[in-house]
């Protein structure tokens, strides 16, 4: 049976790669991919598959339910895959109510709109449907040194209005499916990385500074610890999910790559030494500079993956090595993109009256 499948926020980082893979699989019929095309959303993510008949792009916004309800109608819609959110960290600092809009009442408005199509389909459709919740780590916390990672029962106690507005959305979601039956499905990574990442985030952004030969900067003293996943990992456990998973329930998934942020900028700076060296023949590390810390900057993420992995037997491909050697190479193959996607007037700092373009520090 091949299944129709709305992916929201499908034009962005994690969603345009998950819509790559959709639409390579035989068992998908049609995707809608539905976007707002905010500031980490762009058109360019896309531009491989623009053609494909079974991909129909719209512009718009989770919050508008007569839009939602209609797609899922018009496309007699299976599947829902919600990556839509605003997930910088910084920019929720700086103004925090579009978190809020987007992460939680669009969220919501999801679910609502999910509920009402679910309940006109026939029986046998609506017993397969399912809504799948794209989330993050940052909502249970920090971890000290030393502290098991989170796993699935960890509690939320988000730090930062970006955690907060997400764990409100993991909180509706799992309303929705003890108080109206709705089989959802919620999963939270640690913190991915792969091509195609809008360039405020760290990996990119440290490349972006070492090759123009500016300061490489990092908040604090650099010793905040993130667990990294390769994007196409991440995708493809949200398939194993989708496939095996059982409504209801959370899955967490990491890469089993703890680094310290200034070891892996190191290590983007040594793979950049090897692949493109500087004229002067010294290493890229010596562009790195610390700066003052961001406010409430979460010490330590990491992911325990155990649950997904002995239930559905999902392990990640890649390592920090083989994926970072793949993101830096794509990264130097594709100029254009980068300039595209920086010269965007959102990216730049209008949406949010951001007076500095460039985030301050290379952070996650």
């Known amino acids: 049976m091949t299944r129709a499948f709305l992916i929201t926020g499908g034009a962005g980082f994690i969603g345009s790669s998950f819509v790559r893979q959709a639409l390579a699989r035989p068992d998908v019929r049609v995707v809608v991919n539905l ?5 980490a959303g762009h058109l360019e993510n896309l531009a491989e598959i623009v053609a494909d008949a079974h991909h129909h792009f719209v512009r718009g916004d989770i919050n508008d339910p007569a839009l939602v309800a209609r797609l899922l109608r018009e496309h007699d819609v299976d599947v829902i895959v919600n990556f839509a959110a605003e997930s910088h960290v910084d920019r929720s600092i700086d103004s925090p109510e579009p978190f809020l809009q987007t992460n939680v009442l669009g969220t919501f408005r999801l679910l609502e709109a999910s509920a009402r199509h679910r309940a006109a389909l026939p029986p046998d459709r609506a017993a397969a449907f399912r809504l799948l919740h ?13 502290a098991a990672p989170f796993s699935e029962t960890h509690p939320h106690r988000p730090n930062s209005p970006y955690a907060a507005s997400k764990a409100g959305a993991d909180h509706l979601v799992r309303a929705y499916f003890h108080t109206f039956g709705l089989p959802v499905l919620t999963t939270n990574c640690s913190n991915n990385y792969g091509p195609r990442q809008f360039p405020e985030k760290l990996i990119p952004l440290a490349l972006r500074s070492a090759l123009a030969g500016r300061p490489i900067p990092i908040y604090g003293d650099g010793r905040q610890v993130r667990d990294w996943l390769f994007v196409e990992d991440h995708c493809d456990a949200i398939w194993r999910v989708l496939e095996s998973g059982r409504p209801g329930e959370t899955y ?13 900028v190191g290590e983007i700076c040594a793979v950049l ?3 493109s060296g500087r004229p002067d023949r010294k290493s890229y590390r010596d562009q790195i500079t610390f700066v003052p810390d ?7 993420y990491a992911i325990d993956h155990t649950k997904i992995s002995r239930e559905l037997g999902w392990q990640p491909a890649e390592s920090l090595a083989t994926g970072l050697e793949k993101t830096v190479r794509w ?5 254009v993109w980068c300039d595209a996607v920086t010269r965007s007037s959102l990216y730049q700092g209008e949406r949010l009256g951001v007076t500095n373009p460039e985030p301050a520090a290379a952070h996650a």
């Open 35 to 39: 976007d707002k095309l905010t500031y």
């Open 331 to 335: 990264y130097l193959t594709n100029p």
């Open 294 to 300: 961001r406010p409430g900057h979460d010490r330590r």
């Open 134 to 146: 794209v989330s993050t780590d940052e909502v249970y916390g920090s971890l000290e040194a030393g």
């Open 252 to 264: 967490n998934i990491g890469g089993s790559c703890e680094r310290t942020n200034v070891a892996l």
């Open 273 to 275: 030494d090897a692949i």
